[in-house]
């Protein structure tokens, strides 16, 4: 249970990163690539949330 809950701290750090990263400064290539991490690290935070719904508030602001 340890491991699962350090998994799930890493990506809301990862993700709460993103969220926090000046996009208007970036070119349209590299904005794109942020949008594309920021949406495949959610699609696997909704998966790896544990199904008793325990992590439903581990997930980063939008």
């Known amino acids: 249970m340890e ?21 208007d400064r970036l070119d349209d290539a590299d904005r794109e690539r942020v949008e594309t991490a920021r949406d495949l690290l959610e ?9 008793d719904g325990a992590g439903a508030n581990a997930h980063a602001d939008s």
């Open 43 to 51: 699609e696997v935070n909704l998966l790896t949330r544990p199904s």
């Open 3 to 23: 491991q699962e809950f350090k998994q799930g701290y890493r990506m809301h750090r990862i993700l709460s990163n993103l969220n926090r990263l000046d996009v």
